[in-house]
T-cell receptor, first 116, second 117 residues
Framework: GAVVSQHPSRVICKSGTSVKIECRSL??????MFWYRQFPKQSLMLMAT?????????EQGVEKDKFLINHASLTLSTLTVTSAHPEDSSFYIC????????????FGQGTRLTVV | AQTVTQSQPEMSVQEAETVTLSCTYD???????LFWYKQPPSRQMILVIR??????QNATENRFSVNFQKAAKSFSLKISDSQLGDAAMYFC??????????????FGQGTRLTINP
């Protein structure tokens, strides 16, 4: 399968600061990327869908001003958690898709964010 | 909206035995995809198997097979000859095939599978 690289794998930041997470498709052009959040022992919850060159579509209840998503190229999407608070601590996972109907979305390794 | 339900939070099986994980879903669409993903302790999501709704034949991948019952909206995963490396969290997921670009996955709650040596 295709490779999606997510960086960093772990990050600790101070409350009130911002942190950026990168998601890169290494060997294919990702027209669509998805950002999920996973709490301990729970399922993946979709936060937003981003299409290259356009604004992200956020799921209900997700603060778009807090979770800034940029998908400026066909190989890179970023999620910036602004003014982070301890309740933002979670596991964040991205997935990338070429956009074709019969193809898979491939997942990054995930980022564990801890806000102290 | 589509929903996916996994009613077994935890399952355990003896090594080399067979185990079946349950999944049901709700949708009004006729064309869609169903997936089983494995999430080991590393947290990396790994695709185990996928099924296209228009195909009547159940998908198989080596020791993994599904029992897809479209009318009942059921999609169970059977793991044969269980191995210690199969221990993980397993997620059932749904994806629409009717809306172009709507490739987001809807996940079930997950089933934690333990393999007993």
């Amino acid at each position: 399968g295709a490779v999606v690289s997510q960086h960093p794998s772990r990050v600790i930041c101070k409350s009130g600061t911002s942190v950026k997470i990168e998601c890169r498709s290494l060997d294919f052009q990702a027209t669509t990327m998805f950002w999920y959040r996973q709490f301990p022992k729970q399922s993946l919850m979709l936060m937003a869908t981003s299409n290259e060159g356009s604004k992200a579509t956020y799921e209900q209840g997700v603060e778009k001003d807090k979770f800034l998503i940029n998908h400026a190229s066909l190989t890179l999407s970023t999620l910036t958690v602004t003014s982070a608070h301890p309740e933002d601590s979670s596991f964040y996972i991205c997935s990338a898709s070429s956009g074709l109907m019969n193809t898979e979305a491939f997942f990054g390794q995930g980022t564990r964010l801890t806000v102290v | 909206a589509q929903t996916v339900t996994q009613s077994q939070p935890e399952m355990s099986v003896q090594e080399a035995e067979t185990v079946t994980l349950s999944c049901t879903y709700d949708t009004s669409e006729s064309d869609y995809y169903l997936f089983w993903y494995k999430q080991p302790p590393s947290r990396q999501m790994i695709l185990v198997i996928r099924q296209e709704a228009y195909k009547q034949q159940n998908a198989t991948e080596n020791r993994f097979s599904v029992n897809f019952q479209k009318a009942a909206k059921s999609f169970s995963l059977k793991i044969s000859d269980s191995q210690l490396g199969d221990a993980a969290m397993y997620f059932c997921a749904y994806r629409s095939a009717e809306v172009q670009g709507a490739q987001k996955l809807v996940f079930g709650q997950g089933t934690r599978l333990t393999i007993n040596p």
